[in-house]
């Protein structure tokens, strides 16, 4: 008999929720292969008084936990301290933090308060899996209720070196708060080397024997679980009637030039600026090129309340506008750009018949996009992805092409390589880099972090 798991993320899978992506079906596999447990996370409701329980209610054999925020909750733990403080720091955009006491507090009051709420739920035989750069100080809280069963941490985003981790005033307070947790997982290498080297050199950690770290009066493992995707539901995804329907629509627009495709939450770590710089720039160095390709940006607007996220709606606007306006024609569109979002089955039906993947950010945790473009291609035919060196999914692909976000020069030359790329190269690189998605899947993902979990046990 296994565990009962409980899983806590900011935002859940539950009925109603708009966007199922592959993070909310891994994390309801994981909950339905056990038979059931419950998800705790914020209702996605903003109310004007403090309501202090949860919402119960199943959904399958899935019982949903979920809490409201109050108005200043939302203001302070959410827009303020998760992604003015943490988001921008993590993401080495120490320039554009705010580092905001009020924040903190409210971040620390929202973490104390559904902490507490998610011991009441638990029995001390289950394992408790809480998510992401919301909850760090959650587990802390959890223990301090007196809760003292199995707990792992996943974060999603990376975790920058110590030298800018330590920008943060509260870096001590989130370390304290993740040593609550018996695992702790990263997705790369470079992020778990971060956090190691920041327990050791700030914190007084001891490295043992069998690798795991004490501090805080705490022993604590620190590992890698690298997140992947359904490679095959996505390939279904690309052919099927919705997938090719949506592929047919833009077709017709750019006729026969070859697509370049990207698709992002309209972030300012995804690198758009730069991406759009470089295919004004390949149009500007190799005029055969024009009116042969067409660039194609999905970019869904997302945290359109915080200030660097309507000024990168500004940039965005304006460099298409200009670089249409230079290089276009009576009967040809260079970039179209697109800051709505699609359904699942549109992005892989355009994935596949992409010749060329922009996957650019200027920092990233993993980058799923990169994952789901490889799983999407005709083998037969496949396109190429250009990868940033700094998404953490370039140390699992190393042949994609391989771009620094910040070199404009560097990145319109690869696309100039990708769109000429002869067929047996892209085939011989699409296959080193499916194999890996497939090897790494999310399943992958969530059957190891759950294994090192209860080994403790
Ligand atoms: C965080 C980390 C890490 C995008 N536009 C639409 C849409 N999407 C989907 C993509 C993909 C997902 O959203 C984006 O995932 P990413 O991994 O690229 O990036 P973040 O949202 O920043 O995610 C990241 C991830 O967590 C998981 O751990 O990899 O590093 O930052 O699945 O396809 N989906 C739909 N319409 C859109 O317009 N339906």
């Known amino acids: 008999m296994s565990r009962r798991l409980i899983i806590a993320s900011n935002r859940t899978a539950a009925p109603g929720e ?66 003015r403080a943490l988001w921008p720091v993590f993401h080495y955009r120490t320039d554009l933090a705010h580092f905001d006491e009020e924040d903190f507090a409210a971040y620390e009051t929202v973490n104390r308060r559904f902490g507490r709420l998610l011991a009441q739920l638990t029995r001390p035989e289950d394992v408790v899996w809480i998510h992401d750069y919301h909850f760090m100080l959650m587990g802390a809280e959890m223990r301090a209720s007196g809760w003292d069963g199995l707990m792992g941490f996943f974060l999603h ?175 040809w569109v260079p970039i179209r750009y697109l800051a709505r979002g699609y359904p699942r089955e549109a992005l892989a039906g355009l994935y596949r018949i992409a010749r060329v993947a922009l996957v650019t950010p200027l920092y990233d945790g993993m980058n799923l996009v990169a994952k789901e473009f490889v799983a999407a291609q005709d083998p037969e035919d496949p396109g190429v992805l250009i990868l940033s060196g700094f998404a953490g999914a370039a140390e699992q692909m190393p042949d994609a092409l391989l771009v ?3 070199d404009i020069a560097g990145m319109a030359d690869a696309i100039e390589r990708g769109l000429l790329m002869p067929i047996d190269e892209r085939k011989e690189r699409w296959n080193a880099l499916i194999t890996g998605v497939r090897e790494k899947d999310i399943a992958w993902w969530r059957v190891s972090f759950l294994k090192a979990l209860e080994e403790r046990a």
């Open 18 to 83: 708009p966007r199922a992506g592959g993070l909310a079906v891994a994390l309801s596999d994981a909950l339905n292969e056990r038979g059931g447990g419950v998800w705790f996370g914020w209702s996605g409701e903003v109310v004007e008084r403090e309501t202090r329980g949860v919402r119960l209610f199943a959904d399958g054999a899935i019982d949903f936990a979920l809490a409201d925020l109050t108005q200043a909750e939302h203001d302070g733990f959410y827009l303020g301290y998760s992604n």
């Open 157 to 331: 985003i990376p975790f920058p070196a110590p030298e800018v981790f330590t920008a943060l005033p509260q870096h001590q307070r989130l370390a304290r708060g993740l040593a609550a947790f018996d695992l702790v997982g990263f997705q790369t290498d470079r992020d778990t080397a971060n956090f190691r080297r920041y327990l050791l050199e700030h914190c007084g950690g001891v490295q043992r024997e069998d690798g795991t770290i004490r501090v805080f009066d705490r022993v604590l493992r620190a590992e890698t679980f690298s997140i992947g995707i359904d490679p095959e539901d996505f390939a279904r995804l690309a052919v099927s009637p919705e997938g090719r329907s949506a592929a047919e629509r833009l077709g017709r627009m750019i006729e026969n030039r070859a697509l370049v495709f990207g698709v992002d939450r309209m972030d300012y770590s995804k690198g758009l600026p730069q991406r759009m710089a470089a295919f004004g720039r390949m149009l500007d160095e190799s005029p055969g090129m024009r009116g042969t390709v067409s660039f194609l940006q999905i970019a869904p607007p997302s945290r359109e309340s915080v200030d660097a996220y309507q000024a990168l709606r500004a940039e965005l606007d304006g460099l298409a506008g200009r670089i249409n306006a230079d290089h276009g024609d009576l009967d």
């Open 404 to 406: 620094n976000p910040h």
